[in-house]
């Protein structure tokens, strides 16, 4: 018998994906009899149980056994150093007791920061700047609202139409903001310049390094 908890659903930041893989040998296991997935709660935290029929599967006995799954960073992890944590609780003893193993790994992301002036004077900030956001394959950044089992969210996804991107727009202080990066290279875009005002020559390329 074997079984993993994970807290991911519980860490702000991560939004658990809910795919869990089990391989044994290197074979997939996911989807065999012999093999459990339940997403329940562990001792108050929202995580996953794989069971696992060791006597069904004595000729993988000494095989090793990989768990694997993943989650999405969302807009609480933005410019923030997540936790990420799992546990794992195994047994291989007749009398039932237990052993634990903990990882744990930091997950980073990064915004990006735009203040929208007139050329030349950083005091005359503009309001009414729109912006998107692209990426070295020409994808652009599309905030999408959804739900999990711990609430309300937003996930960061790469769109091939500009039509369907999100447009950022400066606000009274001539800032916005872009969510929820990754390390990598970007090009700033703007869209619509404030009323009387021209747009920007061309993209702004800005390299996000952690």
């Given at each position: 018998r074997s079984?993993?908890?994970?807290?991911?659903y519980?860490?702000?930041?991560?939004?658990f994906?809910?795919?869990?893989?089990?391989?044994i040998?290197?074979v997939?296991?996911t989807?065999?009899?012999?093999v459990?997935i339940?997403?329940?709660?562990?001792s108050?935290?929202?995580?996953?149980?794989?069971?696992?029929?060791v006597?069904?599967?004595?000729?993988?006995?000494?095989?090793?056994?990989?768990?694997s799954y993943?989650a999405?960073?969302n807009?609480?992890?933005v410019?923030?150093?997540?936790?990420?944590?799992a546990?794992?609780?195994?047994?291989n003893?007749?009398?039932?007791?237990?052993?634990?193993?903990?990882?744990?790994?930091?997950?980073?992301s990064?915004?990006i920061q735009?203040?929208?002036h007139?050329?030349?004077?950083?005091n005359?900030?503009?309001?009414?700047?729109?912006?998107?956001?692209r990426n070295?394959?020409d994808?652009?950044?599309?905030?999408?609202k959804?739900?999990?089992?711990?609430g309300?969210?937003?996930d960061?996804?790469w769109?091939?139409?500009?039509?369907?991107?999100?447009?950022?727009k400066?606000?009274?202080?001539?800032?916005?903001?872009f969510?929820?990066?990754?390390?990598?290279t970007y090009?700033?875009?703007?869209?619509?310049a404030p009323?009387?005002?021209?747009?920007?020559s061309g993209?702004?390329?800005?390299e996000?390094?952690?």
């Open positions: 079984s993993a908890a994970s807290d991911v519980k860490r702000q930041g991560l939004t994906n809910q795919d869990v893989t089990v391989k040998g290197g997939d296991y989807k065999d009899e012999n459990k339940a997403y329940d709660k562990l108050g935290d929202i995580a996953f149980r794989v069971t696992i029929n006597m069904a599967l004595q000729e993988k006995v000494g095989e090793d056994i990989e768990v993943s999405k960073v807009e609480k992890a410019t923030v150093i997540s936790e990420n944590t546990t794992l609780e195994y047994t003893n007749p009398d039932g007791s237990t052993n634990k193993v903990t990882s744990e790994k930091q997950v980073y990064y915004k735009i203040l929208k007139e050329s030349g004077n950083e005359k900030v503009l309001e009414g700047a729109q912006f998107r956001l070295v394959d994808n652009y950044y599309k905030e999408v959804g739900t999990t089992g711990s309300a969210i937003t960061i996804e769109v091939e139409n500009a039509d369907q991107a999100t447009t950022v400066t606000d009274e202080n001539g800032q916005a903001a969510k929820g990066l990754k390390e990598g090009e700033l875009v703007e869209v619509e009323d009387g005002y021209n747009k920007l993209p702004v390329t800005i996000v390094k952690g």
